[in-house]
């Protein structure tokens, strides 16, 4: 055997043998996950009668001319038959199929049924995608809150070298963990109206078999019923702008127990918050208390569309640093467009989730910050009196 034939032969050899090391595989799940709800469980079976199905065809289709080329090959003497339309065939190969879609459409028209089926939901939650957040709202608790992305920025963006130059390992749950996650009960149906604030987003729960568009303008409708107490992750499935892959979301099931604790919990915190406001409209910060503050919270809500430079990414997110809005502009416009948002543009209104002290601080932040040296001072009052309801 020459030596090229011989490498060849090694090749070949070590490529079969490390597709069926245990070590290849151990690392890649190559099959559709079941899920932990009866829905997701009928997903993956109507996925495993597919590829059997699929599979079928193909050893029959594959066997079938392997086997003709092997015994009716022309080196043996076949001659292949001279024949024009045939009734059993043309019948069998339109027969065929048909049943075969029909064996798969019923299962199918049934999962898809099941999948549509709001009836007799017993909690009904809002969801609504940002740029780049999802806002929830339980209907009948008063109870709303946005859920983040809580991977530190210097993490994901390999600041000093954090998961490179010094070799440390990145979160066993890196960028799929959230501030506050999104809480239902177990056995408890739980219905879902999605809808989206700017563009068209997508909330993607895998163990769920929940993926529904979040289009603005639209609400579209989705369920689940979780058997088991756990936290589930997922996130946003659609491109929905330069910071999509840091839309995570995070689903905590509670027994019903530790459910309507949690809820008298927000309860409580909602309150307390109400008095936290209150009690800012007669409070005043000074200059150093507004800019740790306002720093604090630009980092978090601000920096990925303004950079931490206040550069900014033009066009799309202009500059703070020198721009009118944040030196020569009136304060009260600068609050209004902190609050509400601007139509027409990627900014969105942080009315409500933040508070009017941390408003304040934002946007004493941004008129003094990167050389800007307004010298305004925003307290909670300012922000209450431009229309900060």
């Known amino acids: 055997m020459s030596r090229g034939n011989q490498g060849w032969l090694m090749g070949g050899w070590?490529?079969?043998?490390?597709?069926?090391?245990?070590?290849?595989?151990a690392d890649t799940q190559l099959n559709l996950t079941k899920g932990?709800?009866?829905v997701s469980r009928e997903v993956y079976d109507l996925h495993m009668l597919a590829l059997y199905i699929c599979t079928a065809i193909g050893v029959v289709v594959f066997g079938?001319?392997?086997?003709?080329?092997?015994?009716?090959?022309?080196?043996?003497?076949?001659?292949?038959?001279?024949?024009?339309?045939s009734t059993k065939v043309e019948i069998l190969w339109t027969a065929i199929p048909i049943v075969i879609l029909i064996a798969m459409a019923v299962p199918a028209t049934s999962t898809l049924i099941d999948m549509e089926n709001n009836d007799n939901s017993e909690v009904t939650i809002q969801i609504t995608g940002s740029q780049w957040k999802w806002h929830y709202k339980y209907f009948d608790q008063?109870?709303?809150?946005?859920?983040?992305?809580?991977?530190?920025?210097?993490?994901?963006?390999?600041?000093?070298?954090s998961f490179s130059g010094n070799g440390n390992a990145k979160n066993e749950n890196y960028l799929l963990e959230v501030d506050k996650p999104l809480v239902i009960p177990a056995n408890k149906k739980?219905?879902?109206?999605?809808?989206?604030?700017?563009v068209i987003h997508s909330w993607w729960v895998p163990a769920f078999a929940?993926?529904?568009?979040?289009?603005?303008?639209?609400?579209?409708?989705?369920?689940?019923?979780?058997?088991?107490?756990?936290?589930?992750?997922?996130?946003?499935a659609e491109l929905c702008g330069k910071d999509h892959g840091f839309m995570p979301i995070v689903v905590e099931v509670k027994s019903s127990d530790d459910y309507d604790a949690w809820l008298n919990e927000q309860h409580a915190m909602t309150a307390k918050a109400a008095d936290a406001e209150k009690e800012s409209l007669s409070a005043s910060m000074n200059k150093d208390e507004l800019m740790q503050l306002g720093e604090t919270t630009y980092m978090a809500y601000c920096a990925a569309c303004h950079q931490p430079t206040g550069l900014g990414l033009p066009p799309a997110f202009p500059a703070l640093k020198g721009s009118p809005v944040a030196t020569t502009g009136s304060v009260a416009e600068h609050i209004d467009i902190v609050f509400n948002g601007r139509a027409g543009t990627g900014m969105q209104g942080y009315?409500?989730?933040l508070s009017l002290k941390e408003i304040a601080a934002v946007v004493t932040y941004e008129r003094n910050a990167w050389g800007n040296d307004t010298g305004d001072l925003v307290q909670s009052s300012d922000v209450k009196a431009a229309g900060g309801e």
């Open 190 to 198: 739980v219905r879902f109206l999605i809808t989206s604030d700017d």
């Open 14 to 25: 070590l490529f079969f043998t490390g597709l069926l090391s245990s070590s290849a595989w």
């Open 142 to 161: 008063g109870i709303e809150y946005y859920s983040v992305l809580s991977t530190p920025r210097e993490e994901y963006e390999n600041q000093n070298g």
């Open 210 to 236: 929940v993926k529904q568009d979040a289009n603005p303008g639209f609400i579209n409708e989705a369920w689940t019923n979780v058997d088991e107490p756990g936290v589930y992750r997922g996130q946003c």
């Open 64 to 85: 079938a001319m392997f086997w003709s080329m092997a015994f009716h090959r022309k080196s043996k003497g076949a001659k292949a038959a001279d024949f024009h339309e």
């Open 36 to 38: 932990v709800t009866a």
């Open 351 to 353: 009315g409500k989730q």
